[in-house]
């Protein structure tokens, strides 16, 4: 069943009314090339680009519900680690959230274990990106916790919804993307 987004709270799609109305992608379904805004911590800057553009090669999309949720710099600082993992595997990391690129900015810089964190962070503040993968909780105004593994042609090759609270594991990402680059090449 559908769910119509245009009011405070979701109900299955009434007769006629299609305003806000989102069908997520499915796994193996091609995103959308649309314009991001995100925080680069590497520049320490606002950039804008399309989505494309920070998709070149696999990439690991990790969506967490806020900036200053209490397991989100553990599970960045983690993904941070496995840096040279994922450069092994010749894998990019963006993590998304629907904060803002001041509320980015602001926690990398006051959050010890991310001054060393140079992975991309989208600001998606319209919601365009999570709601396009179904991960927008229109209660909260967050995205859902949620880690994407897309290819590098925008496919989507795997999606999975984390319970609130629950922290990312970086190895079992790795695990999964290894794994699912071995059944794609066979």
């Known amino acids: 069943m559908s769910y119509c987004q245009c009011h ?6 009434h007769e006629g009314h299609t305003e806000g109305l989102v069908i997520p992608l ?17 520049t320490w800057q606002q950039e804008e680009l399309m989505l494309h553009s920070c998709i070149a090669r696999q ?3 990790v969506f967490y519900e806020a900036d200053f949720a209490d397991h989100c710099a553990q599970d960045l600082e983690q993904l941070a680690a496995k840096a040279h993992e994922r450069e092994n595997q010749q894998t990019d990391l963006i ?16 959050e010890p274990r991310l001054t060393s964190f140079r992975m991309m962070m989208v600001a998606d503040k ?9 991960l927008y909780d229109v209660h909260t ?17 795997s999606l999975d919804i984390l319970p609130a609270g629950v922290s990312l594991s970086a ?6 993307l290894t794994q699912l680059r071995t059944r794609s090449s066979s």
């Open 59 to 61: 990439t690991i999309v």
């Open 95 to 110: 993590v998304v959230s629907t904060d803002s690129v001041f509320s980015h900015k602001k926690r990398c810089e006051t």
């Open 171 to 176: 190895d079992e990402i790795l695990r999964r």
């Open 8 to 13: 405070d709270h979701c109900h299955p799609i």
């Open 126 to 134: 319209t919601a365009e990106l999570s709601r396009m993968l179904g």
């Open 26 to 42: 499915r796994v193996g379904e091609r995103l959308d090339d649309i314009p991001l805004v995100v925080y680069n911590p590497k």
């Open 141 to 157: 105004w967050n995205c859902l916790s949620a880690v994407a593994l897309i290819d590098q042609h925008h496919h989507i090759m």
